[in-house]
Nanobody
Framework: QLQLAESGGGLVQPGGSLGLSCVAS????????MAWYRQAPGKDRELVAT????????HYADSVKGRFTISRDNGGFTLYLQMNNLKPEDTAIYYC???????????WGRGTQVTVSS
């Protein structure tokens, strides 16, 4: 059973940067497409970014394009999300997810809180 554990959340001022990590265990990490989602209070869960198994293809929500970068280290079983120029509207719980392809994510972490506030 694949397990995912996020870390790196916290409080940051607008315009600041934060890096999230997601460590996978219990499965063959390089065989899974990966994604970051987020959910703000009172809002639906939103897809932030996806990355293919080999890391060669990534896609972003329009709201984060140019500010966030998704990457993965298959040898280290870790997924990353580098977030720059953060805005208050980026405040949410961020979740990493894994799946057999880029359209289906079946395994989820517990999330890490990101708060952007002055």
């Amino acid at each position: 059973q694949l397990q995912l554990a996020e870390s790196g959340g916290g409080l940051v001022q607008p315009g600041g940067s934060l890096g999230l990590s997601c460590v996978a265990s219990g499965g063959l990490f390089r065989g899974y497409a990966m994604a970051w989602y987020r959910q703000a209070p009172g809002k639906d869960r939103e897809l932030v970014a996806t990355i293919s198994t080999g890391g060669g293809s990534s896609h972003y929500a329009d709201s984060v394009k140019g500010r966030f970068t998704i990457s993965r280290d298959n040898g280290g079983f870790t997924l990353y999300l580098q977030m720059n120029n953060l805005k208050p509207e980026d405040t949410a719980i961020y979740y990493c997810a894994a799946g057999p392809n880029l359209r289906q994510f079946l395994w989820w972490g517990r999330g890490t809180q990101v708060t952007v506030s002055s």
